[in-house]
């Protein structure tokens, strides 16, 4: 069966300092993976999606950016964080089919202080 | 890409049967209709997906007229565990495989 990680849980970091989010997909070849940010009270906001290594489409202009390095491994990155950038971040992934369910991993909730 | 409204939120009582719909005007041929549900601190979880008519699964039933300009998830005998956020998502094939969540509807289940 198909499994997703994401880590870490929690993390606080200060504004200015870098980040590394990272999500790991089991159980499944080439699928399509996806980092969303969540606001506190608020809906969910596409940041990142990858069709494939190395392929990465952004949706919101930000100091963010994603990589994947790996068929099954994606990864959320900034060199300097903003107060902003705190949230709940979440990956995903889902298949290519059209009627494919997306899968989310346990989250992040990032504070930056 | 289908602009989706939704309710912002709904109130309901314990036992009560919950209808949340959603507005998606220009979904797509291709498009399908997919409702999940969000705890605090949670990710998403799918409830159901339709395409067209009425879908039923051991949580909940989904119901899809014709135009498929709308679609209806129907909780029934809600209990307090089902206080949570539901999304509608219409649209998953669009070129670069977007998925993009509405604001989604906070439903409040009371004793």
């Known amino acids: 069966s198909q499994t997703i990680h994401q880590w870490p849980a929690t993390l606080v970091q200060p504004v200015g300092s870098p980040l590394s989010l990272e999500c790991t997909v089991e159980?499944?070849?080439?699928?399509?993976l996806y980092w969303y940010r969540q606001a506190a009270g608020r809906g969910l906001q596409l940041l990142f999606y990858?069709?494939?290594?190395?392929?990465i489409s952004s949706e919101v202009p930000q100091n963010l950016s994603a990589s994947r390095p790996q068929d099954r491994q994606f990864i959320l990155s900034s060199k300097k964080l903003l107060l902003s950038d705190s949230g709940f971040y979440l990956c995903?992934?889902?298949?290519?089919?059209?009627?494919?369910?997306?899968?989310f991993g346990s989250g992040t909730q990032l504070s930056v202080l | 890409l289908a602009k989706i409204t939704q309710p912002i939120s709904m109130d309901s009582y314990e036992g009560q049967e919950v209808n949340i719909t959603c507005s998606h005007n220009?979904?797509?041929?291709?498009?399908?209709i997919t409702w999940y549900q969000q705890f605090p601190s949670q990710g998403p979880r799918f409830i159901i997906q339709?395409?067209?008519t009425k879908v039923t699964n051991e949580v909940a039933s989904l119901f899809i007229p014709a135009d498929r300009k709308s679609s209806t998830l129907s909780l029934p005998r809600v209990s307090l565990s089902d206080t949570a956020v539901y999304y509608c998502?219409?649209?998953?094939?669009?070129?670069?495989?977007?998925?993009?969540f509405g604001a989604g509807t906070r439903l409040f289940v009371k004793a």
């Open positions: 990858s069709v494939g290594i190395g392929q």
């Open positions: 998502l219409v649209g998953v094939l669009t070129g670069g495989f977007k998925t993009i």
């Open positions: 339709g395409y067209k």
């Open positions: 995903a992934w889902r298949g290519p089919a059209t009627n494919e369910k997306l899968f």
């Open positions: 159980g499944t070849s080439n699928p399509n």
């Open positions: 220009n979904i797509a041929t291709n498009d399908y």
